[in-house]
């Protein structure tokens, strides 16, 4: 591998890694290909500006001849898919940009790496696209049962992704990330959002009783799972990728509150969403054998994760103060004055 495409590399994980290969392979080149809709920012590449290995190329990944361009001026090797419409919320809300850019968008990365024989495939897929389970860990070689629109476009582009090794002989990996957070990551996450609405005194929305479940990884882990995956991973395997830190939304929640000594009143219990996954774990056993663990503990990933949205106000102040008051407004609006009538 040389020159590696990095599709979705202005997001929140895609930024990170992108940063996080340059530091680990000076011999490699990265070609970020975005569409920059609202969650892709080039504040977050902002740093890597003067490094002459880094390239920026806008484009829509769903658009076959923009793919084939960049394929061909930069003679990419390899491509890291992480382009995808990515938040449940405004999939419920918008489904058909999720199937637009996750599901076609993939088919046309795919039949480009077809077309330039490209060494390897890499899918960042999700823990969604399981479903949730009650009891026990999700392994790789279980049925997909998605809940969202957004699981939903994920396990169809994940199922395309195998039927191109299976047909064709293309070499893909798929690694599927649990719930992912850190710096940079737009502030409509669960840890983004509470963590800069906290700074502010402003209420914390809580879905529900607050008790489903997640694995929560940090996004330097989950650059680094990436890694291992890209290199070492068997050509057409899935892999879980996962942190091993199972929390409740509430825990979190107050865990926020707690390192940023902000009283618990800031939380408030509105309407649940549709459809809401209560649990996801994953068995991360294959991965493990490969030689990947994480490295971060769950406290103090989240500490850093605070201390930079603190320090970093100059990248969220902007973003909240734009088309993001609209979307709050209609996915949270309601449901808080709800809420404060019911109290």
């Given at each position: 591998m040389?020159?590696?495409?990095?599709?979705?590399?202005?997001?929140?994980?895609?930024?990170?890694?992108?940063?996080?290969?340059?530091?680990?392979?000076?011999?490699?080149?990265?070609?970020?290909?975005?569409?920059?809709?609202?969650?892709?920012n080039?504040?977050?590449?902002?740093?890597?500006g003067?490094d002459?290995?880094?390239?920026?190329?806008?484009?829509?990944?769903?658009?076959?001849?923009?793919?084939?361009?960049?394929?061909?001026?930069?003679?990419?090797?390899?491509?890291?898919?992480?382009?995808?419409?990515?938040?449940?919320?405004?999939?419920?809300?918008?489904?058909?940009?999720?199937?637009?850019?996750?599901?076609?968008?993939?088919?046309?990365?795919?039949?480009?790496?077809?077309?330039?024989?490209?060494?390897?495939?890499?899918?960042?897929?999700?823990?969604?696209?399981?479903?949730s389970?009650?009891?026990?860990?999700?392994?790789?070689?279980?049925?997909?049962?998605?809940?969202?629109?957004?699981?939903?476009?994920?396990?169809?582009?994940?199922?395309?992704?195998?039927?191109?090794?299976?047909?064709?002989?293309?070499?893909?990996?798929?690694t599927?990330?649990?719930?992912?957070?850190?710096?940079?990551?737009?502030?409509?996450?669960?840890?983004?959002?509470?963590?800069?609405?906290?700074?502010?005194?402003?209420?914390?929305?809580?879905?529900?009783?607050?008790?489903?479940?997640?694995?929560?990884?940090?996004?330097?882990?989950?650059?680094?799972g990436?890694?291992?995956?890209?290199?070492?991973?068997?050509?057409?395997?899935?892999?879980?990728?996962?942190?091993?830190?199972?929390?409740?939304?509430?825990?979190?929640?107050?865990?926020?509150?707690?390192?940023?000594?902000?009283?618990?009143?800031?939380?408030?219990?509105?309407?649940?969403?549709?459809?809401?996954?209560?649990?996801?774990?994953?068995?991360?056993?294959?991965?493990?054998?490969?030689?990947w663990?994480?490295?971060?503990?769950?406290?103090?990933?989240?500490?850093?994760?605070?201390s930079?949205?603190?320090?970093?106000?100059?990248?969220?102040?902007?973003?909240?103060s734009g088309?993001?008051?609209?979307?709050?407004?209609?996915?949270?609006?309601?449901?808080?004055?709800?809420?404060?009538?019911?109290?």
């Open positions: 040389k020159n590696i495409l990095v599709t979705g590399g202005a997001g929140f994980i895609g930024s990170n890694f992108v940063r996080y290969l340059l530091r680990k392979y000076p011999q490699y080149n990265c070609i970020v290909y975005d569409k920059l809709t609202y969650a892709g080039m504040d977050n590449l902002r740093d890597l003067d002459p290995r880094y390239f920026f190329v806008r484009g829509d990944i769903s658009d076959r001849e923009e793919v084939d361009k960049v394929m061909v001026d930069h003679s990419i090797d390899s491509i890291v898919n992480f382009a995808a419409e990515s938040h449940v919320d405004r999939s419920i809300i918008d489904p058909d940009a999720f199937v637009q850019t996750d599901v076609v968008g993939t088919c046309v990365l795919l039949d480009a790496a077809r077309k330039h024989s490209i060494e390897r495939l890499h899918q960042v897929s999700t823990d969604e696209v399981y479903g389970i009650e009891k026990g860990m999700f392994k790789e070689g279980d049925s997909l049962e998605p809940n969202s629109p957004y699981a939903a476009s994920k396990a169809g582009a994940e199922l395309l992704v195998r039927a191109y090794h299976e047909t064709y002989g293309l070499n893909t990996v798929v599927r990330g649990s719930n992912t957070f850190g710096p940079y990551q737009y502030p409509e996450k669960i840890a983004s959002l509470f963590i800069t609405n906290a700074i502010d005194d402003h209420p914390l929305p809580l879905y529900g009783d607050g008790t489903q479940v997640r694995d929560w990884l940090y996004v330097e882990d989950h650059c680094s990436i890694d291992v995956v890209l290199h070492e991973g068997q050509a057409g395997q899935v892999y879980n990728l996962g942190g091993g830190n199972e929390r409740t939304n509430i825990i979190v929640t107050k865990l926020i509150l707690e390192l940023m000594h902000k009283p618990e009143s800031l939380i408030v219990s509105v309407q649940d969403r549709p459809g809401h996954d209560r649990r996801y774990a994953l068995d991360c056993t294959l991965l493990h054998s490969l030689g663990h994480p490295v971060h503990s769950f406290e103090d990933a989240f500490e850093k994760t605070v930079w949205y603190r320090e970093n106000e100059w990248w969220w102040r902007d973003i909240k088309a993001f008051k609209e979307y709050y407004q209609q996915q949270y609006g309601d449901r808080l004055r709800a809420s404060a009538g019911v109290r």
